[in-house]
């Protein structure tokens, strides 16, 4: 059961929701339900992120979703065309009350792998 999809838009915030939800169905039915939430949240959060933050709605950017399913895990990278950032984990506490972050920390507690290189975020839920 191996299966990539690889998008690239160039969108602003309104437009994502057709974008994710193409990917969604085709992955529908190929895991199973409960994988299937966390990856839609995954997705959701990462692409929001990359359009608000990296690339600051700015619609001449583009936002390059690649998700891999395999026997073993699924793979979500999205790459957004801006200047990257440093991210540290920290406990829930110091998210309670700011505006950005949380996302982000969302998507470290669905993942069981999570990485950031610059603008590139790389997240692996083993099935």
Same mark, same amino acid.
């Given at each position: 059961?191996?299966?990539?999809?690889?998008?690239?838009?160039?969108?602003?915030?309104?437009?994502?929701?057709?974008?994710?939800?193409?990917?969604?169905?085709?992955?529908?039915?190929?895991?199973? !339900?409960?994988? /299937?939430f966390?990856?839609?949240?995954?997705?959701?959060?990462?692409?929001?992120? *990359?359009?608000?933050?990296?690339?600051?709605?700015?619609?001449?950017?583009?936002?390059c979703?690649?998700?891999?399913?395999?026997? +073993?895990?699924?793979?979500? !990278?999205?790459?957004?065309? *801006? +200047? *990257?950032?440093?991210?540290?984990?920290?406990?829930?506490?110091?998210?309670?009350?700011?505006?950005?972050?949380?996302?982000?920390?969302?998507?470290?507690?669905?993942?069981?792998? /999570? !990485?950031? !290189? *610059?603008?590139?975020?790389?997240?692996?839920?083993?099935?």
């Open positions: 059961m191996d299966y990539r999809i690889e998008k690239k838009a160039y969108i602003d915030i309104d437009g994502i929701k057709d974008i994710i939800e193409e990917i969604l169905c085709h992955i529908r039915g190929i895991i199973n !339900e409960n994988v /299937f966390n990856t839609k949240l995954i997705l959701y959060e990462l692409t929001i992120n *990359g359009i608000l933050h990296g690339n600051h709605e700015n619609v001449n950017k583009g936002i979703i690649n998700l891999t399913i395999n026997k +073993s895990c699924i793979i979500i !990278e999205v790459i957004d065309e *801006g +200047s *990257g950032i440093t991210y540290k984990h920290k406990s829930f506490g110091d998210y309670d009350l700011c505006e950005s972050g949380r996302g982000l920390m969302l998507v470290e507690g669905l993942s069981d792998k /999570f !990485e950031i !290189e *610059g603008n590139r975020i790389k997240c692996v839920q083993y099935l």
